[in-house]
């Protein structure tokens, strides 16, 4: 149950968005100032950006203590920036998860927190259209498509990151061990009351995106593999097959003699054909365990999702450095 006079933090990766930040410092100080019967915080994660956006925050986060900036040793990637923030918003009784660039506009946070407060300790902000064309949308539906029929725990098609996580959904999604993180599915695995909230996604405000298409697939590759073991269920299926038409096959050919028939085919481009076909899909096979090998093996090497550039002292205030420069 939300507290009388609730804390939420906002949750900010941030890589390179010096462009955009002044926008979104002054339409987060106008969402703080309306109040909304909350104490509000933002915390940016800056994720080894090599433009001034720290020295931004830094600047920002001494106008205005609302305001708070934590750096990792360098780029992480924007899944390990997020665990970085949820991983110091333990404190705050619920945390909205969005994007520095203006994309996810602060203005829906009143709408999520409202959702919140209505019991729901989970809240996805849901997409009523997108804005990305060609071939990331392109991407982005055939991930969907292909993600919906291969997981256990489906997310809905139109969400993303932006959405807000009460408490006990922060400290579960902390709790979680693994190194390959894909937010939008393993806020659907751990389950929780959700509720979603409609929202028209925006342009990014300014600057460029800086998710590269490689890593939105990486990304989406995480989701298929660390959700599903399908692709691995669908070789035994594809073996089963194989192997039964290999014996029917032989079968026929030792009835066809039998039965006194000449087998008079050269058979040379069958053979190929088949050579190729039946060592494409070993590879592919071999490829596919590969796939969650390596998964296995960054998995047990256990180093941590993200590093900070300024440990708290042990012995001094816990919680993120905002002064050091
Ligand atoms: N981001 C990050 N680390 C990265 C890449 C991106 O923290 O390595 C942040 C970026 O600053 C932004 C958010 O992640 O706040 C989404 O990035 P972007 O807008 O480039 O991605 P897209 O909107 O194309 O998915
Ligand atoms: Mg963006």
């Known amino acids: 149950m939300p507290a009388s006079t609730p804390t939420i933090t906002l949750v900010i990766p941030v890589f390179n968005e010096e462009a955009v930040l002044p926008e979104l410092f002054a339409r987060l100080g106008a969402l703080?100032?309306?109040?909304?019967?909350?104490?509000?915080?933002?915390?940016?994660?800056?994720?080894?950006?090599?433009?001034?956006?720290?020295?931004?925050?830094?600047?920002?986060?001494?106008?205005?203590?609302?305001?708070?900036?934590?750096?990792?040793?360098?780029?992480?990637?924007?899944?390990?920036?997020?665990?970085?923030?949820?991983?110091?918003?333990?404190?705050?009784?619920?945390?909205?998860?969005?994007?520095?660039?203006?994309?996810?506009?602060?203005e829906v946070i009143p709408q999520l927190v409202a959702a919140w407060r209505a019991g729901a300790e989970i809240v996805r902000a849901t997409r009523r259209t997108r804005r990305e064309r060609g071939l990331r949308r392109l991407g982005f539906d055939l991930f969907h498509r292909v993600f919906g029929s291969l997981s256990d725990y489906p997310i809905e098609a139109n969400t993303g990151t932006f959405g807000l996580l009460g408490r006990a959904a922060v400290e579960a999604f902390n709790a979680l061990p693994e190194r390959h993180r894909f937010f939008p599915g393993l806020r659907a695995w751990i389950g929780f009351p959700t509720a979603d909230v409609l929202y028209d996604r925006q342009e990014r405000a300014a600057g460029v995106p800086q998710q590269t298409f490689r890593r939105l697939?990486?990304?989406?590759?995480?989701?298929?593999?660390?959700?599903?073991?399908?692709?691995?269920?669908?070789?035994?299926?594809?073996?089963?097959?194989?192997?039964?038409?290999?014996?029917?096959?032989?079968?026929?050919?030792?009835?066809?003699?039998?039965?006194?028939?000449?087998?008079?085919?050269?058979?040379?481009?069958?053979?190929?054909?088949?050579?190729?076909?039946?060592?494409?899909?070993?590879?592919?096979?071999?490829?596919?365990?590969?796939?969650?090998?390596?998964?296995?093996?960054?998995?047990?090497?256990?180093?941590?999702?993200?590093?900070?550039?300024?440990?708290?002292?042990?012995?001094?205030?816990?919680?993120?450095?905002?002064?050091?420069?």
């Open 32 to 106: 703080f100032d309306g109040g909304q019967g909350c104490v509000w915080r933002a915390l940016l994660v800056d994720d080894g950006s090599r433009d001034r956006s720290a020295a931004l925050i830094r600047a920002q986060a001494v106008r205005d203590p609302r305001f708070a900036l934590i750096e990792l040793s360098r780029n992480f990637g924007f899944q390990s920036a997020l665990s970085a923030g949820l991983a110091h918003a333990a404190t705050a009784d619920a945390v909205v998860t969005m994007d520095a660039d203006l994309q996810d506009p602060p």
């Open 217 to 325: 697939v990486r990304y989406g590759l995480d989701g298929v593999f660390s959700f599903s073991h399908l692709p691995l269920r669908l070789l035994t299926y594809a073996g089963l097959f194989v192997a039964f038409m290999g014996f029917a096959g032989g079968l026929f050919f030792v009835l066809w003699r039998l039965l006194g028939f000449e087998n008079s085919q050269q058979g040379f481009t069958t053979l190929v054909t088949l050579v190729l076909f039946l060592g494409g899909v070993q590879l592919i096979g071999i490829g596919v365990l590969g796939e969650y090998l390596g998964r296995v093996y960054d998995e047990v090497k256990r180093r941590p999702n993200f590093i900070l550039k300024n440990p708290p002292r042990a012995s001094g205030a816990p919680g993120p450095a905002t002064t050091r420069d």
